[in-house]
């Protein structure tokens, strides 16, 4: 193997990992001394967010070529539009300075989507990336209904009163982390393919991330919920369509 060969594969490799490393940090990181975690995120996230295009801009040198897999070109080029949206509307801002932490956070948000978009085209990566999610929102859950339950480790003076908010600084963010990964745990605990032990712990994540959301006392993340179990029944139904069509039709 060659010397750039070998380049480009440890680029790939390092390109799938970060995403992974992401999905546990983000939710996870706090500064244990103050219990600060706004700005630990911010900094985890706006360096991850450099990271991934550097990598990616390394990998595209070192390989001769730009490559994005098939029928992903449509997602990138709309979060490639609003990336420069968000970069673009500071330059007529009339308040630059304000709004330039909140760029910031979108920008690298947007950049770390852009890393799974153009991230590696295989069910494996998927799925292991929808286990690392789940892992982070179980263990965030897991603190924010021992909180409800008056048992925190690490207090802070600046809390929500009887709201849990785990390691996420805030309610709101707590309950959106759970509205976003309660589909998600329902979907792997109904995989077929996942075994025993991921459905199992799956499930058992979805059943704290309920928890969770609940002891937020977010209604938007009750709202968010409730649009997720709809979609997830709708995409049930449709995949019990689709089964029952193809039994129709080779008569099966």
Known sequence: MKGN??????????????????AV??????????????????VTLQTAAALAAALWL????????????????WIASLALALLAWTLLSLSWNPYPAVSLMPALRQASLLVLFLAVVVGPASAGWAVALADWTLAGAFAASLYALAQRAGFDPAPWRGGFGSSAFSTLGGPAAL????????PLALARAADPEA??????????????????????????????????????????????????????????
Do not use: N
């Not at 390394?58 to 070109?73: D, H, K, T, V």
């Not at 309950?175 to 309660?182: I, K, P, Q």
């Not at 919920?225 to 029952?244: E, T, V, W, Y």
């Open 58 to 73: 390394s990998r595209a040198l070192e390989a001769g070529r730009f490559e994005l897999p098939s029928r992903r070109e």
């Open 175 to 182: 309950g959106a982390l759970a509205a976003a990964c309660w």
């Open 195 to 252: 075994g025993p032990v991921r459905r199992g712990f799956s499930l058992f994540a979805g059943v704290l991330v309920l928890g969770a959301a609940w002891a937020s006392s977010s209604a938007t993340a009750m709202v968010a919920l409730a649009a997720g179990a709809a979609a997830f029944a709708a995409r049930a139904l449709s995949a019990g369509g689709d089964r029952r069509l193809k039994t129709l039709a080779i008569g099966q």
């Open 5 to 22: 060969e070998r380049a480009v594969e440890f680029l790939d490799r390092a390109q799938a990992a970060l995403p992974l490393f992401c």
């Open 25 to 42: 940090a983000l939710p996870l990181g706090f500064y244990l001394k103050s219990y600060d975690p706004a700005m630990i995120k911010e």
